[in-house]
């Protein structure tokens, strides 16, 4: 597969037909069609449904365009890397969850676009299993986890702080009067947990004997939605604490789980991808901020 061809096939999906991406690509509309059959005979696959004025993938052309789509921001970000030189330039993409790190990643995104105005930077929030896959696939190029495995295919730096768990709540909610939670305080309360490996597992280890008085209504993928159930009193949310429910107008409460063990959060990236000047630099940055954090 030739990238010039994938882009092709991307931007008729983007344009919804066959003209319209004609039009961005500047070349001819049976240019585009032989080069989509060409893509197909290849792969020994149908990409699109034919029949319809606006088109629509199959299966296979789904898939496709998903890998596509990474496939030529990767080529895009190392050509930008190459073609900078001596310039810091491209595109540095981090992926974190939401907890009190993301302050010190955007003080050094700041030195970033202060000290290199070519330079851009991006905060992907998301979990910590699409973290890994999406360092694995080369989409982004550092990532941010809070857990106690080990992972020795990836490169790590620790952070020093340590998150806890506990549970948000509005914060007029009966158990915002406890400065800690103990198991039996969850008995009878409805929880959201976080759409990622071992959170259930984790709460329920702690929760211990009262399990079966703990009702585990929902999931949530990101923070924004995460708050929305929340107000609305869907249920608490099992989460790590971050510096928004600590402000005086914060319409969310966090409460610890007691006795709770406290989580370390890994700066994570593959080993032995070559990197581009930003990922070093920035890279560099952390590594000094984390290191004067400690004395």
């Known amino acids: 597969?030739?990238?010039?061809?994938?882009?092709?096939?991307?931007?008729?999906?983007?344009?919804?037909?066959i003209s319209g991406a004609a039009n961005v690509l500047h070349v001819s509309q049976s240019t585009l069609s032989r080069q989509i059959q060409d893509l197909e005979s290849e792969l020994a696959t149908?990409?699109?449904?034919?029949?319809?004025?606006?088109?629509?993938?199959?299966?296979?052309?789904?898939?496709?365009?998903?890998?596509?789509?990474?496939?030529?921001q990767l080529a895009d970000s190392t050509r930008h890397a190459i073609n900078a030189q001596d310039i810091v330039s491209g595109d540095l993409i981090i992926g974190a969850g939401e907890n009190f790190t993301s302050a010190l990643i955007?003080?050094?995104?700041?030195?970033?676009?202060?000290?290199?105005?070519?330079?851009?930077?991006?905060?992907?929030?998301?979990?910590?299993?699409?973290?890994?896959?999406?360092?694995d696939k080369g989409t982004l190029d550092f990532g941010i986890i809070t857990t106690e495995?080990?992972?020795?295919?990836?490169?790590?730096?620790?952070?020093?702080q340590k998150d806890a768990w506990g549970l948000v709540m509005p914060a007029k909610h009966e158990l915002t009067q406890k400065k800690a939670l103990e198991p039996v305080d969850l008995a009878g309360h409805r929880i959201l947990l976080a759409r990622q490996a071992?959170?259930?597992?984790?709460?329920?280890?702690?929760?211990?004997?009262?399990?079966?008085?703990?009702?585990?209504?929902?999931?949530?993928?990101?923070?924004y939605s995460m708050h929305v159930l929340v107000r609305n009193r869907v249920g608490l949310a099992f989460s790590f604490d971050k510096p928004d429910y600590h402000q005086p107008d914060s319409q969310l409460v966090f409460r610890p789980l007691a006795q709770m063990k406290r989580f370390s959060s890994?700066?994570?990236?593959?080993?032995?991808?070559?990197?581009?000047?930003?990922?070093?630099?920035?890279?560099?940055?952390m590594n000094n901020a984390i290191n004067n954090g400690r004395h």
């Open 106 to 135: 955007a003080q050094i995104f700041r030195q970033i676009v202060t000290a290199y105005p070519k330079a851009k930077v991006h905060l992907v929030s998301t979990t910590g299993d699409d973290v890994r896959a999406g360092i």
């Open 266 to 285: 890994k700066l994570i990236w593959k080993h032995g991808r070559p990197s581009s000047r930003l990922a070093e630099i920035f890279l560099t940055k």
């Open 149 to 160: 495995a080990d992972f020795p295919e990836y490169a790590q730096l620790q952070f020093p």
């Open 1 to 17: 597969m030739e990238l010039r061809v994938l882009r092709y096939f991307v931007t008729i999906v983007q344009e919804g037909n």
């Open 46 to 72: 149908t990409l699109f449904t034919r029949g319809s004025r606006r088109i629509k993938l199959t299966a296979d052309g789904q898939f496709l365009y998903s890998r596509a789509e990474e496939m030529l």
């Open 198 to 223: 071992d959170v259930e597992r984790t709460l329920r280890q702690w929760v211990g004997a009262y399990q079966s008085q703990v009702q585990i209504v929902g999931t949530y993928d990101m923070y």
